[in-house]
């Protein structure tokens, strides 16, 4: 089975194994939008699935972890020159990963530190590489997954309340395109509230 075939398999049987399983692989390097599966999901939860919604934010939160640990222990275990070697491969360029995506979230880990792990996990385009200069550092494993936990929990609720939300106001068909718009906008809004947080931290230091 091809893998787009495999990706539209699961999504026509949304289930928590499947939620899992999607997850993992939006928060590994292979490109793949978490705004594709857990709307949808929560959507059908709201219709009178089976789904919990809530189960559903546990089990995408799991699914993400997952993926993030992948990319995480590649990168404590290879080290720098293989992934920049990956990055700029054939398979790279297919996964979407450059040198300057890797290099732009390891000045991003630099800059902001361990709390990058937290607040890139809701940042379009950082979300899914923070793990990879959490690992070339050698984060620790315990703060890493807190923080990784803690931020995909809180994108995949944002997610499983929009595709919520959305099922009483958005026709199937109109879902994805809504989806999409609201989580970048979303995306924008945490950016913002990020480096906030950044700018507060470093004054606080400071002071």
Same mark, same amino acid.
Not at 58 to 69: C, D, E, Q, R, V
Not at 110 to 119: M, P, Q
């Given at each position: ?23 993992? =692989?939006?928060?590994?390097? &292979? ?10 999901? $929560?959507? /059908? ?10 189960? =559903? ?14 990319? *995480? ?13 990956? $990055?700029?491969?054939? &398979?790279?360029?297919?996964?979407? =990963?450059? $040198?300057?995506?890797?290099? /732009?979230?390891?000045? *991003? ?17 950082? !979300? ?9 550092? /050698? ?18 609720? %944002? ?5 919520? *939300? ?19 906008? &979303?995306?924008?809004?945490? &950016?913002? %509230?990020?480096? $906030? %947080? ?7 230091? !400071? /002071?």
């Amino acid at each position: 089975m091809e893998s787009v075939e495999f990706i539209q398999w699961c999504l026509n049987n949304l289930n928590y194994w499947t939620i899992t399983i999607l997850m993992a =692989i939006e928060s590994s390097f &292979i490109p793949f939008p978490s705004e594709v599966v857990v709307p949808p999901a $929560a959507y /059908k939860a709201a219709s009178g699935g089976e789904l919990n919604v809530f189960l =559903i934010v546990f089990f995408a939160t799991i699914g993400a972890n997952i993926g993030a640990l992948i990319n *995480y222990g590649l990168s404590y275990f290879v080290g720098r020159p293989i992934v920049y070697s990956f $990055a700029n491969s054939r &398979i790279g360029h297919m996964c979407l =990963i450059d $040198a300057e995506k890797v290099q /732009k979230a390891e000045r *991003y880990f630099d800059e902001h530190g361990a709390l990058s792990t937290f607040v890139g996990r809701l940042i379009p385009a950082i !979300r899914q590489l923070i793990s990879i200069p959490a690992g070339l550092s /050698k984060m620790k494993l315990s703060t890493f997954i807190l923080y990784t936990t803690l931020g995909a929990g809180i994108w995949n609720s %944002i997610l499983a309340a929009i595709g919520y *939300y959305l099922e009483s106001v958005v026709p199937e068909d109109q879902l994805m395109g809504t989806v999409t718009k609201y989580s970048h906008e &979303i995306g924008y809004g945490f &950016i913002a %509230i990020g480096v $906030a %947080i950044v700018l507060y931290l470093i004054y606080k230091g !400071r /002071k």
